[in-house]
T-cell receptor, first 114, second 116 residues
Framework: KAGVTQTPRYLIKTRGQQVTLSCSPISGHRSVSWYQQTPGQGLQFLFEYFSETQRNKGNFPGRFSGRQFSNSRSEMNVSTLELGDSALYLC?????????????FGPGTRLTVT | AQSVTQPDIHITVSEGASLELRCNYSYGATPYLFWYVQSPGQGLQLLLK??????LVQGIKGFEAEFKRSQSSFNLRKPSVHWSDAAEYFCAVVSPLSGNTGKLIFGQGTTLQVKP
């Protein structure tokens, strides 16, 4: 089975712009979670989508949003970018249910805001 | 609030030596527990997991971890470290409650350096 894929792998944006990141989960996985990784704050949960519904949300401003499509692919959007949004954004997919709760991560999207 | 603590930010061991990385969690109930490894510029790879049952779990790459409820710990071990094990290791927990299993809470990570 193919793993979790994320596109693009690298992005450079300017303050004030917006950005959309994409995540394709492992086939059959219905849950997609997003995380932000920075040297100062470590790995922080952004949100989780399950069956096209946001099921959990972390403590991030409303500039961070996401959605999930019927094929379980997910996108996250960051509007009005700030310098502090520079980070590695990781998505993870999970089968959920039947005792399967582990998350499998993609390689991440490295976002640099200048 | 739920939290995960990895007391050691950085650990250096000699190749062939044994390794133990510590992880303590604070949670209302016994959470599901995980160890992940991250190489530079890469995503996270799942090493092992604990949901219930036998408290000693085996993972990939020769790693094992032991869950100790009384100490709220889930320490990662390897009997003999290889140079390729140099990476950053993260302990993580997730609520076992239905609907909350998608929110991993991570420790700060432990960077492992392996001396030749």
């Amino acid at each position: 089975k193919a793993g979790v894929t994320q596109t693009p792998r690298y992005l450079i944006k300017t303050r004030g712009q917006q950005v959309t990141l994409s995540c394709s989960p492992i086939s059959g996985h219905r849950s997609v979670s997003w995380y932000q990784q920075t040297p100062g704050q470590g790995l922080q949960f952004l949100f989780e989508y399950f069956s096209e519904t946001q099921r959990n949300k972390g403590n991030f401003p409303g500039r961070f949003s996401g959605r999930q499509f019927s094929n379980s692919r997910s996108e996250m959007n960051v509007s009005t970018l700030e310098l502090g949004d520079s980070a590695l954004y990781l998505c993870a997919s999970s089968l959920v249910g039947q005792g399967n709760y582990e998350q499998y991560f993609g390689p991440g999207t490295r976002l640099t805001v200048t | 609030a739920q939290s995960v603590t990895q007391p050691d930010i950085h650990i250096t061991v000699s190749e062939g030596a044994s390794l133990e990385l510590r992880c303590n969690y604070s949670y209302g109930a016994t959470p599901y527990l995980f160890w992940y490894v991250q190489s530079p510029g890469q995503g996270l790879q799942l090493l092992l997991k604990y949901f219930s049952g036998d408290t000693l779990v085996q993972g990939i790459k020769g790693f094992e971890a032991e869950f100790k409820r009384s100490q709220s710990s889930f320490n990662l071990r390897k009997p003999s470290v290889h140079w390729s094990d140099a990476a950053e290791y993260f302990c993580a927990v997730v609520s076992p409650l239905s609907g909350n299993t998608g929110k991993l809470i991570f420790g700060q990570g432990t960077t492992l350096q392996v001396k030749p």
